[in-house]
Structure formats: structure tokens, C-alpha cells
């Protein structure tokens, strides 16, 4: 069985490409490295299963290997990285998507989409089932992500529909472990950096916004029991775990040893002040939840954030 994996030089796409090959497929990464990195897939390098091919899928995306899955996770992630390539994530979210959804159609493969819950963007209904329309400021800064991926949604479906491809979409919530970037510009890079580096931890807005933190590992079994269903529809993956991102820095000091500093900043535009997802069609339909305790996930990425942290600091001085 073979699969493409767009993005798979990214945080989630890498732990994803392990995944597939752990279950025997044989995987081509395809990614660009715009916010990917190749040290993400260097254990990868000389495994028979794996291929990586460093191309903008922007382009035509050319296999000639038969193609069992394409798996469109490619497009930058974080608020620091679309607010930077803004109209880069436009195109990957629709000219990248139709370039994905052409090579599964001509390959008679499985497409899945790597969507977000940001399509729900600042929502009025808490935690968010996938039948919220959510609502998203469509001329707003965040909205070169929101609407990216509501787009890309919509082309899934009327691939789907048109030419009855067999597609699967999820929306990935707040996610976090090893392999994420130093200070990516989302909360828990920020905070960690921050903490092993001595600097105060920047709260934006008074800290009482929300976040669900799911450890990566659950998310990729969550996606590959929705590869292996049959639904058509979006399904939310995530922690419905509620926690203030005040409660979330606190944590993190306490782990990190840290001296209780925190500074206040405004908060960013169309910034959501509450993200917690409703599950009951993940357990229902996949038989999924997330198994990893954040104290228990909260250890392990700290432990490759320090490494990660020694290391960069090594090569600097």
C-alpha cells in the first residue's frame, strides 16, 4: 500500500509518516519545507518504506507509483507562519488542495484532508460540534488560514460529490508534543521557550481564553481510524478538556520550574476566546478519545524541547 503524504516534513505529518510505515505502507512525503524541516523525517531517511520528495504542491504533483491514500496535511499551521506567508497558505489551501485532489482522482485513492478548527474561528456555541458553521471574520488577518481551509473543505466535498471520490476530512484542534518548532508562535512552543529561556511568559488578553491541548500520538490514531471509516463529513479530533491559557502558563511554569513570570499583551484580532471540541461523533463513529493525560504529554514534550533548546543554543555559541 502506498501513500502520499503532503506536509509530511511538518510537526503532524512527520508523526504521521512514521505511523503509516509502522503499519507497512510505503509512504512519499512530499513538502516544500516552507515551515517543515527535513530534521523531522531524518530517522526516516533510510527506511526501504519511505521517499521524500521536496516540492511545493502548489505545483502538479506528478507519482508515477500506484496510490492507495493521499493525505493533504501541507500548509503552515501556526499564527506566526500564515500571518508571515499569508497568501502562500491561500494558495496551498485551494491550487494545493486541487493538486492533491487530482493525483487521488487519477490514482482512484482515498483523500483525506488535514482541516482545522479554526474553520469555527471566534465561535457563540461552546464546545463545537461539526455541525456549527462557525464564525469566521472573512476580511480579517487570521482569515488567509480560516478561509484557506474552509475552501479546501469545500473542494473535497464537491470532488466527492462530482466525481464520487472517496474523501474523508478532519479538523484537527490544538495540538501539541515533539517534533513542534522553538517559539512557532503558538502557546505552547511560546511558553516553553520562553520558560527554559528565562523570559517571562507572554499572556495575550487577560489569560482567560480557552484552549484543548491533544498529545499528537492521539491525534494520529484518530486519523487513521477515520482513513479506515467510511465518513464522508468532517469530524473533530481533539481534547475537550477545557483550560484557560492563564491556567495553561501556570502549568507550564510549575513543570519548567519557572519563577511565576508572566507579561500581558493585547490580544491579536479575531483571536478565538474559546476552543474546546465536541467529540461525541469521533466516539461514536471511531471509537476514539484521547488517552494521554496533559501532565503526561506536558512531560514528554518538554523533554525534547530541552534537548532541542541545548542543542540550538550549542550551535550558536
Keep these: 500500500m502506498n501513500a502520499i503524504i503532503t506536509g509530511g516534513a511538518g510537526f503532524v505529518g512527520s508523526h504521521l509518516c512514521d505511523a503509516m510505515i509502522a503499519r507497512e505502507w510505503k509512504v512519499i512525503c512530499v513538502d516544500n519545507l516552507l515551515t517543515g524541516t527535513e530534521e523531522n523525517i531524518e530517522h526516516l531517511k533510510g527506511n526501504p518504506r519511505f521517499t521524500f520528495v521536496r516540492q511545493d504542491v502548489c505545483e502538479p504533483i506528478n507519482i508515477r507509483e500506484s496510490v492507495d491514500a493521499v493525505l493533504h496535511f501541507a500548509s503552515p499551521a501556526s499564527p506566526d507562519d500564515y500571518l508571515k506567508f ?18 487521488a482522482s487519477a490514482k482512484k485513492a482515498k483523500f483525506l484532508l488535514a482541516s482545522t478548527s479554526e474553520c469555527y474561528g471566534d465561535p457563540e456555541v461552546n464546545p463545537q460540534p461539526e455541525t456549527y458553521w462557525g464564525r469566521v471574520n472573512c476580511v480579517g488577518p487570521r482569515s488567509v488560514y480560516d ?12 470532488y466527492h460529490r462530482k466525481h464520487g471520490l472517496d474523501t474523508r476530512i478532519v479538523r484537527i484542534f490544538n495540538t501539541y508534543g515533539p517534533r513542534m518548532r522553538l517559539n512557532d508562535g503558538r502557546a505552547l512552543p511560546n511558553f516553553l521557550y520562553q520558560a527554559l529561556s528565562g523570559q517571562p511568559l507572554t499572556v495575550y488578553g487577560d ?19 477515520l482513513l479506515d471509516s467510511d465518513e464522508r463529513f468532517p469530524v473533530n479530533l481533539g481534547n475537550p478538556h477545557e483550560i484557560t491559557i492563564l491556567e495553561f502558563a501556570e502549568r507550564i511554569l510549575t513543570l519548567t520550574g519557572g519563577r511565576g513570570k508572566m507579561v500581558f499583551h493585547p490580544l ?12 461525541s461523533k469521533a466516539r461514536e463513529l471511531l471509537k476514539w478519545e484521547p488517552k494521554v493525560p496533559l501532565d503526561e504529554g506536558l512531560q514528554l514534550t518538554l523533554e525534547y524541547f530541552q534537548k532541542k533548546f541545548v542543542n540550538t543554543h550549542a550551535v550558536s555559541s
Excluded: H, W
Excluded at 86 to 103: D, Q
Excluded at 147 to 158: G, I, L, P, W, Y
Design 86 to 103: 499569508p497568501l502562500k497558505t491561500l494558495r496551498v489551501g485551494s491550487a494545493g488542495t486541487f493538486n492533491a485532489l487530482e493525483l
Design 147 to 158: 478561509e484557506a481551509k474552509r475552501f479546501s473543505e469545500a473542494v473535497t466535498m464537491a
Design 207 to 225: 489569560g482567560r481564553q480557552t484552549r484543548s491541548f491533544c498529545y499528537v500520538s492521539d491525534l494520529v490514531d484518530g486519523i487513521l481510524r
Design 268 to 279: 491579536p484580532q479575531d483571536d478565538p476566546k474559546r476552543r474546546r471540541p465536541d467529540i
